[in-house]
């Protein structure tokens, strides 16, 4: 019996055909959408996941009194909470990138640039489930090192790597680091990354460090690591936490910081889509995706819904006939459920394929690798099973009871007003769905190009940026001077700085307990910036200079540990309570020791519109991070060639790297652009989808008209007044969905931009756009039905009928 099921099935597919493919297409780019879309909620949902403690470790988390969220905290409170607090099994201090340098491999030539460098608890890998493939990765000394299996390849041929050296020149100098552990590549997706991972208590060691004394792993001072909490076994970490708070309140300084325990699990999502805690992705454009998946997925089937219920009026005959016959009712139903299934089982086939063939585009369009994370989760295998079924399940049943109408009540035709307004209403609510994503697309592409159009307060455009090197050779002072004047005495270099950071990067760290002379009671809560600069980088950057003056150059060569002179950014100087930037300049602010202000300049955008603009404290040094260049950009490949020869010439051994600073930039602007990008394809197909659907009823509606068309011809009807009668029923359902879904789409973008501090606003022409191109895609749509119609021959029309 179930071989006739599907044999008649697949007959009537066939004889259909037009129906059967407008059904499966809009079915096949609904779930390939669901798909992809599903493969990035499942890939955020995983981060983290593979680390076997994950239940019991948690990141330490403060609150400070005015409110903010800090994650970067000093390392000496380490050796603290684990004296005080028995609950704790191990209190592990992560410090990622800062030991980033120049690699080489002692008794060879070969040198590497590395960034993805840090300095890590000696215990770390026992925490955290990294899967070390050789030795112990014991930390606890220091100059020892973990790294993983692909740079222990590339450094030595092999994976073997124990017990051998690399040498390692970066801020804090030159030193060779003994490896006593390889790593597995670490599995994706993880928050906490690196290629190698240096013992923490290397930095124990002052003669290392070499005047860096923010990097003393026992300070208590500067923040600089992330610091992981592993709780034994059925202790509360609400209780640990509460603990924790009313220990740090015995200091006067700290009566309204709150300490919290974010869960490992947590520090990518949160909790939740309110969760203010600290978090490396945003909840609520998870929830935007799955959302837009799930709606994508109800487009395709209500697709299906819509025409089949359209379909069933020719087919009231063979309901008919099949009842004459002996056929019960429950045999008709399964019937109609075995077409259904196997329509959405041919549709998800070719799905999946055009998955597979797709999803390394799709990787690239959403920044992650989508398929092996939707492959390696059998609950998402079986989510997506369970959906599809239930669709079809539903989708069946739904042609199933229609049948069952049709079979009761012969006068049930295609005009009937009940049946046309489910259909009207379906319709509606594809194209509510499909505006709103074609509305949300728009108005986060003004948002993007918005921040990405704004002045910045420093120029951007012709500065190359080049990294410094890491390895000096000797005579630092020397060579950095050698290399200044060489470049210098190019025509084709207008300006050269160096930096410690970059804009679009990072600042160099944050501070606290900063104050103005005269300390104030809210000083506690403030934190600052800190950027080390040279003293050409304001003029290089174009940075107006509000107050008092720039470094010069012998306080960039005398440096500021030893200087005690600093700069201000504007916000900075209100923060420390100076009335305006000429009043700053000339007093000293307290950081432990007096440093006097010497200028105060206009506030930039450091970092992008993102973020709120911080105080910010630039520091003087001769700085040899980074340098950034002005060049006349004549000719641009040539210049860069030169300034190579240069670079390898003074600094020998350190590999030549340079990039464009507007490039890096906006980078920043990564997880817009993908969000944008995903919208974009995600509206087309929505769009697509729906215009399917439409083409398919307004097929139907003409094949049921044909004979009134003919006779509306034969009288003299104009092909304008043929194509105004089909066109107009559904051009109204159209508008009607205009006006459900500008108001949504409103609110939701209006909710969405209010996460930035820099927002362009909504403007009406968008949704106006967006409105009038939803129209005329349907006009078109449905004009090739109507004029197909009226072009036809009337007397063909009426001897068919």
Same mark, same amino acid.
């Given at each position: ?75 000496g409170y380490a050796g603290v909470i684990e004296s005080n607090f028995a609950q704790v099994e191990a209190a592990d201090r992560f410090a990622g ?253 070719? *799905? !999946? %394929?055009? /998955? &597979? ?7 690239? =369009?959403?920044?992650?690798? @989508?398929?092996?994370? #939707? ?49 009207? *209403? !379906? %319709?509606? /609510? &594809? ?7 074609? =509305?949300?697309?728009?108005? @986060?592409?003004?948002? #993007? ?246 083409f398919g009823l307004s097929a139907y509606a003409v094949q049921q008209r044909t004979k009134e068309i003919g006779i509306r011809k034969v009288l ?27 108001p949504l789409a409103w609110y939701v973008m209006q909710s969405w931009q209010a996460d930035f501090p820099y927002r362009a606003g909504l403007s ?38």
């Amino acid at each position: 019996m179930l071989k006739n099921y599907f044999k008649i099935a697949f007959r009537n597919l066939l004889k259909r055909r037009l129906f059967s493919f407008v059904n499966i297409l809009g079915l096949v780019l609904g779930l390939f959408c669901f798909l992809i879309l599903q493969a990035f909620v499942v890939s955020e949902f995983s981060y983290n996941d593979f680390h076997a403690k994950k239940d019991r470790i948690y990141r330490l988390v403060v609150q400070e009194g005015s409110g903010e969220y800090e994650t970067y905290l000093a390392p000496g409170y380490a050796g603290v909470i684990e004296s005080n607090f028995a609950q704790v099994e191990a209190a592990d201090r992560f410090a990622g990138y800062i030991g980033g340098g120049l690699v080489a491999i002692p008794g060879t030539d070969l040198a590497f640039k590395e960034s993805a460098v840090g300095f890590v608890e000696g215990d770390f890998f026992n925490t955290f489930s990294f899967g070390l493939v050789r030795g112990t990765g014991d930390l606890e000394k220091p100059f020892t090192a973990v790294l993983t299996k692909t740079l222990a390849e590339k450094y030595f041929g092999t994976s073997d790597a124990l017990g051998k050296a690399i040498s390692l020149s970066n801020q804090f100098g030159k030193a060779d680091f003994i490896i006593t552990g390889v790593l597995d590549e670490i599995p994706a997706p993880s928050d906490l990354v690196g290629d190698i991972f240096l013992s923490i208590h290397t930095l124990e060691r002052p003669d290392y460090r070499k005047g860096n004394g923010w990097a003393d792993p026992n300070g208590l001072e500067s923040g600089f690591v992330n610091m992981f909490l592993l709780i034994k076994e059925g202790e509360s970490p609400e209780s640990l936490a509460a603990q924790m708070t009313d220990f740090i309140r015995q200091n006067p300084n700290a009566k309204e910081d709150q300490i919290f325990l974010q869960p490992l699990e947590e520090i990518h999502l949160g909790s939740g889509i309110s969760d203010p805690m600290p978090k490396t992705s945003s909840m609520g454009s998870v929830l935007v995706f799955l959302a837009m998946a799930v709606l994508i997925l109800l487009i395709a089937f209500v697709n299906y819904l819509n025409l089949s219920s359209a379909n069933l009026l020719t087919r009231i005959k063979e309901i008919r006939m099949r009842k004459v016959m002996g056929a019960f009712s429950w045999q008709l139903a399964q019937q109609f459920m075995v077409e259904t299934l196997l329509l959405v089982g041919t549709s998800l086939g070719f *799905a !999946l %394929v055009l /998955f &597979q063939l797709l999803s390394p585009l799709a990787s690239e =369009l959403l920044g992650k690798p @989508i398929a092996e994370n #939707l492959w390696g989760q059998p609950w998402a295998i079986g989510m997506l099973a369970m959906i599809t079924l239930a669709a079809a399940a539903f989708s069946g049943g739904y042609v199933v009871i229609l049948s069952g109408q049709f079979e009761r009540n012969s006068r049930l035709r295609f005009s009937s007003k009940d049946r046309q307004w489910g259909r009207k *209403a !379906l %319709v509606v /609510f &594809q194209f509510v769905i499909s505006i709103g994503i074609i =509305l949300c697309t728009l108005v @986060i592409r003004d948002q #993007l190009s918005y921040m990405q159009s704004q002045p910045l307060g420093m120029e951007l455009t012709q500065r190359v940026i080049v990294e410094g090197p890491e390895d000096f050779q000797g005579d630092k002072a020397g060579k950095m001077d050698a290399f200044r004047q060489r470049l210098l005495a190019q025509s084709f270099v207008q300006g050269l700085a160096g930096s410690n950071s970059l804009p679009g990067y990072s600042y160099n760290f944050s501070a606290a307990g900063i104050t103005p002379s005269v300390p104030r009671p809210e000083d506690k809560d403030y934190n600052y910036s800190m950027f080390i600069i040279d003293d050409q980088f304001i003029p290089t950057y174009g940075i107006e200079v509000l107050a008092g003056r720039s470094f010069n150059r012998g306080e960039a060569e005398a440096n500021w540990n030893n200087l005690r002179k600093v700069m201000l950014n504007a916000k900075a100087a209100r923060q420390l309570g100076f009335e305006s930037p000429e009043a700053a300049v000339g007093q000293s602010i307290l950081w432990g020791e007096p440093f006097e202000v010497v200028g105060v300049i206009a506030d930039y955008h450091h970092m992008s519109l993102r973020e709120e603009i911080s105080p910010m404290i630039l520091l003087a040094a001769e700085a040899s991070g980074y340098f950034t260049l002005i060049l006349d950009n004549a000719n641009m490949a040539a210049q860069i060639g030169e300034i190579e020869k240069i670079y390898k010439e003074v600094f020998p051994g350190n590999p030549f790297t340079y990039s464009f600073l507007d490039e890096i930039y906006g980078r920043q602007y990564q997880q817009e652009l993908q969000l944008s990008q995903a919208f974009s394809v995600a509206g087309a197909l929505a769009i697509l989808i729906s215009c399917l659907g439409l083409f398919g009823l307004s097929a139907y509606a003409v094949q049921q008209r044909t004979k009134e068309i003919g006779i509306r011809k034969v009288l003299g009807a104009s092909t304008q007044s043929l194509l105004n009668l089909i066109s107009k029923d559904f051009l109204i359902l159209v508008g009607i969905a205009i006006v459900f879904a500008v108001p949504l789409a409103w609110y939701v973008m209006q909710s969405w931009q209010a996460d930035f501090p820099y927002r362009a606003g909504l403007s009406w022409l968008t949704f106006v756009w967006a409105g009038l191109g939803s129209m005329g895609i349907a006009l078109l749509t449905v004009g090739f039905q109507a004029l197909k119609a009226a072009w036809s021959n009337p007397v063909e029309s009426i001897r068919n009928e």
